[in-house]
């Protein structure tokens, strides 16, 4: 435990919990949606924020907030204006987000791409306490709008035209979720990585579906399966000298092949009960999560818990 009495460590200690507690938050809907990609394509948008950061000599974190919340907002804009599909909003965010990122930050003072690196994969020594503090205001936001609202935003991730038909502000939620999404990729950059940031959010949701049945479970679960990769993906890169991004992402890998192996005896039972073909490992291609569209339009979507 020696590694505690480095200042630097508990810093990013501090912030792969934060992390591993937050990502998940976002993530469900984001899998709910069908959207697991959208998390890169914001996290290559924060990468253009970073070197506008550098160029004007501000913090990178919170000029990379900015921007990926207006790329965020933009592509939702565009996709529900039906002008571009999902998938073409999102491949503009990948390119023109990395474009602008290695662009600017060569035009920035003494700069260079490699001056980006940190933030591409992480590095456990670059977390300061300014970072700490940016961390903890923007994951209080998160978490917020991600359970303070969760049924508003389940219903509009499971079905947005009965959400419409109910009376909710459609719109404004989408909005609100993408600006969330930015928010949880910009807090998470510093330790997992820009590149790697959207698989903090995926996977540990996509390992508690193996296991839960229900909204409520999953997300309690994946939040648990989220700091379990996070904390021991740090560590792990302080006594391995390896970047702490690549860590986790395969720590939380192995944690999905491992959660559907031990949850395949269950997935089997279900299956003869429903009459249905066995899954396959992992679940369906394309699976929805855990809980059922809602039969009455008059009650919510979520269970109460």
């Known amino acids: 435990m020696e590694f505690l009495n480095y200042a630097f460590m508990q810093r990013a200690l501090i912030s792969a919990l ?4 937050t990502a998940p938050v976002v993530g469900i809907y984001l899998v709910q949606r069908r959207q ?15 070197a506008l950061g550098f160029l004007f000599n501000t913090s990178p974190v919170w000029m990379a907030v900015v921007v990926s919340a207006i790329g965020a907002v933009g592509m939702e804009l565009l996709r529900l204006s039906g002008k571009a599909r999902g998938d073409i909003a999102l491949a503009m965010l990948f390119y023109g987000g990395m474009a602008g990122g290695v662009m600017i930050i060569n035009l920035a003072p003494g700069g260079s791409t490699a001056g980006l690196t940190s933030y591409l994969w ?16 923007l994951a209080g936001f998160v978490l917020l709008v991600g359970l303070g609202l969760r049924r508003q935003l389940f219903s509009v991730c499971q079905d947005e035209e ?7 502000p459609v719109r404004a939620l989408n909005l609100l979720l993408a600006v969330t999404a930015a928010a949880t990729v910009t807090v998470a950059m510093r330790v997992v990585g820009l590149l790697l940031v959207s698989a903090l959010m995926v996977i540990p949701v996509v390992a508690a579906q193996q296991a839960t049945r229900s909204y409520a479970g999953t997300l309690a679960v994946a939040c648990g399966f989220g700091v379990v990769v996070s904390v021991s993906g740090t ?20 944690l999905f092949a491992l959660t559907a192996v031990l949850t395949r005896p269950i997935a089997r039972r279900r299956a003869r009960r429903a009459g249905r073909p066995t899954p ?26």
Not at 162 to 168: D, E
Not at 240 to 250: F, H, K, M
């Open 235 to 254: 560590i792990t890169s302080y006594y391995a000298d390896v970047p702490p991004g690549a860590t986790i992402v395969l720590i939380a890998m192995g």
């Open 18 to 21: 934060v992390i591993g507690l």
């Open 122 to 137: 992480g590095s456990v020594t670059t977390v300061s306490a300014s970072d700490i503090t940016a961390i903890l205001v």
């Open 280 to 305: 396959p490992l992992g679940g369906a291609a394309g699976e929805r999560p855990t809980v059922p569209a809602p039969a009455d339009p008059g009650r919510s979507s979520l269970p109460s818990g």
């Open 36 to 50: 697991a990609l959208m998390g890169d394509g914001i996290g290559h948008v924060a990468l253009t924020g970073v």
């Open 162 to 168: 009965f959400a419409r038909v109910t009376g909710l």
